[in-house]
């Protein structure tokens, strides 16, 4: 069946540190490939989004991400975080519909 | 820019009650979805549309329903709600499959 895992339920780093958030998936056909981003109390927002071309992608915020096909993977990445960033991370991956990983909550320590 | 709009932000039902969830998105999208959030299990696809008057299944519909009868509007139905279905709901929509999607506030269903 076709699924997104994201590896870390909890993150917590102290301002400045470096981020990276898994996620991988399992289905063999094309994909497009999101991450999304839930503060507290506000609704979803999209982060980036990979379609095709440059494997790694740029997104809002100083957020990046790179798909790997090899390795049905997409992660996140962020060279320095902030308090800001305090927030609630999915990875979605479309297959035939938009399917959700379970989230990653990244807490920033100021 | 997008508008989804979800009727409630909070609601609460009891136990057997038939539950309404409304949304509408302004956008003329032709693909419309409900989600419930739930702690460390992120969201999960309860149904969607692809045209008007059709539905397919997610990933967990059982004791839900939907209706399509409009393209801008996408209803999920509780037909008599159960305290496990005590969540955060949200609707989705987006101009074409994969292209990103757009989310309403959401709705957070209590059933006592």
Known sequence: AQSVSQHNHHVILSEAASLELGCNYSYGGTVNLFWYVQYPGQHLQLLLKYFSGDPLVKGIKGFEAEFIKSKFSFNLRKPSVQWSDTAEYFCAVTFNDMRFGAGTRLTVKP | ?112
């Open chain 2, 1 to 112: 820019d997008v508008k989804v709009t979800q009727s409630s932000r909070y609601l609460v039902k009891r136990t057997g009650e038939k539950v309404f969830l409304e949304c509408v998105q302004d956008m003329d999208h032709e693909n419309m979805f409900w989600y419930r959030q739930d702690p460390g299990l992120g969201l999960r696809l309860i149904y969607f549309s692809y045209d008007v008057k059709m539905k397919e299944k997610g990933d967990i519909p059982e004791g839900y329903s939907v209706s399509r009868e409009k393209k801008e509007r996408f209803s999920l139905i509780l037909e008599s709600a159960s305290t496990n279905q005590t969540s955060m709901y949200l609707c989705a929509s987006s101009p074409d499959r994969g292209k990103g999607t757009f989310f309403g506030q959401g709705t957070r269903l209590t059933v006592v």
